[in-house]
C-alpha cells in the first residue's frame, strides 16, 4: 500500500512537473511567433523603406543630372558668346589692318606728291 502510495505520489509529482513543463514550451512557442511575426514586420518595412531609399537615388540622381544639363547648356551659351566676341574682334583687327594699310598707302603717296614738287 505505501508504494502504491509513493507511486501515486511521484506520478502526481511528474505530471506537476510535465504540466508546468507544458504550460513553458507553449508560453517559449507563443513568444517565438510572435518574434517570427515582429521579425516578418521589421523585413517589410526594411522592403519599404530601401524601395524608398532607391527612389530618393533616382530622384536624386534625376535633379544632378539636370543641373549637369543646364551646366553644359550654359557653357555652350557661354561658348557661343565667346566665338562671337572673337569674331567680332577679328573683324575689328581687319578693319583696323585696312585702315593701316590704306594710311600707310595715303602717306606713301603725299610723299611721292612732295617729292614732286
Known sequence: ??????????AA??????????TEV???RRLLRETEERVREAKAN???????????????DKKVLAE????????????EELKKELDEG???????EEFAEEL????????TNQLDK
Open 46 to 60: 526594411n522592403r519599404v523603406l530601401e524601395q524608398k531609399l532607391d527612389a530618393t537615388r533616382l530622384d536624386a
Open 1 to 10: 500500500s505505501s508504494g502504491i502510495n509513493a507511486e501515486y505520489g511521484q
Open 104 to 111: 600707310h598707302a595715303s602717306e606713301a603717296v603725299r610723299e
Open 13 to 22: 509529482a511528474d505530471s506537476t512537473v510535465m504540466a508546468h513543463v507544458n
Open 90 to 96: 577679328y573683324t575689328q583687327m581687319q578693319l583696323m
Open 26 to 28: 507553449e508560453r517559449w
Open 68 to 79: 549637369l544639363t543646364q551646366a553644359v547648356v550654359d557653357k555652350d551659351k557661354q561658348i
